[in-house]
């Protein structure tokens, strides 16, 4: 009986272990699931990246150069914020794509840089300087310095009149009002703006990589912890289930083992019953017995002396004789 219940404590105990064993891991498990997840996500994410920063990098790849022209365009020394590509490109249009040149270097086209001049015109009132918010080669320098930023087209058309000689007005979605009295007034149009915004994605892609790359090993790093833990949790849930059964058999033989001594108990409590009856019913015999001694004492007590008999025998003996002789 001490040995059952000592069982049934261990097999409770390894029933809760294998309970806890299984919650843990169901949620190791889940955990993985969403670690994985998560991974697979990350890896997405970054092959969408570096996708799509393949293909600008292949769009803004620069043509083949010709023999002697092997510098690059203007366009690709741009340093500028997102949303100042349309009036760049509305400010240079297609002259962004020549490169920078030397003085009589032989080549068809470029920027040559000059030196800055010597008394330049103030902006109208109300048009900021555009070369401030652009990183540019000191060849565009005075171009940009004669170039004001406005903020929509009704500011455009009031400054124009304003404009000294070789200034010009543009807006952020690319509109163009020249001193000499041209303007462009379709917005974002040319290709430079594209290829301008094209350059700001790239760069924006390639620091959003680098993130993205670092999260992606950090959540592959996170899935192949979850992964370690699913497995130790797999393994200990395995380790509770044969430690639970281990337990149930031995509860199983020890209960099985206890219904025969029960059995054996009960059989020699029943013999020892019948044994007490029977000792009970010899005792009241042996207290017969103890009683017949006496009894027999007194009857023996009771007899004549045995001497006098055998007297009294011999006597009579010697009666008989005589009379035998006699009657002889």
């Known amino acids: 009986a001490a040995q059952v219940a000592a ?18 891991l169901t949620t190791a498990r889940a955990d993985e699931a969403r670690a994985l997840d998560a991974a697979r996500e990350a890896e997405r994410r970054l092959a969408r990246l570096k996708a799509e920063a393949d293909a600008l990098a292949s769009v803004l790849a ?17 340093a500028l914020p997102p949303g100042f590509e349309a009036a760049t490109a509305a400010l240079f249009a297609d002259e962004l794509a020549a490169p920078l040149r030397e003085p009589g270097d032989g080549a068809a086209s470029g920027w040559v840089a000059l030196p800055p001049l010597a008394a330049p015109a103030a902006l109208p009132a109300g048009a900021a300087a555009l070369g401030g918010e652009i990183g540019a080669p000191a060849a565009l320098a005075r171009r940009l310095a004669q170039a004001g930023l406005v903020a929509d087209a009704a500011e455009g058309w009031a400054l124009q009149p304003l404009l000294a000689a070789g200034q010009s007005l ?73 430690a639970l059964r281990r337990a149930e058999d031995t509860l199983a033989r020890d209960r099985a083992a206890e219904s025969e001594l029960s059995r054996r108990a009960l059989g020699a409590e029943t013999r020892l019953a019948a044994l007490a009856e029977a000792a009970e019913k010899l005792a009241g015999e042996l207290g017969e017995v103890d009683a017949q001694p006496a009894e027999a004492e007194r009857a023996l007590a009771a007899l004549p002396d045995p001497a006098l008999a055998r007297a009294g025998l011999d006597g009579a003996r010697a009666q008989a004789a005589a009379a035998r002789r006699h009657e002889s």
Do not use: C, Y
């Open 7 to 24: 069982a049934t404590a261990q097999a409770e105990a390894a029933r809760a272990a294998a309970g806890t064993a299984a919650e843990q």
């Open 170 to 242: 543009v807006d952020r979605d690319g509109r163009l009002w020249r001193w000499d009295g041209f303007v462009r007034t379709a917005p974002g149009a040319g290709g430079a703006a594209e290829r301008l915004r094209q350059r700001n994605r790239l760069a924006a892609i390639t620091e959003t990589m680098s993130g993205a790359d670092a999260e992606a090993r950090t959540l592959e790093t996170a899935a192949a912890s979850a992964r370690a833990l699913s497995a130790a949790a797999t393994a200990a849930e395995r380790e509770a289930a044969t």
């Open 62 to 78: 620069p043509a083949p150069a010709k023999a002697g022209h092997d510098k690059p365009s203007v366009l690709s020394l741009l």
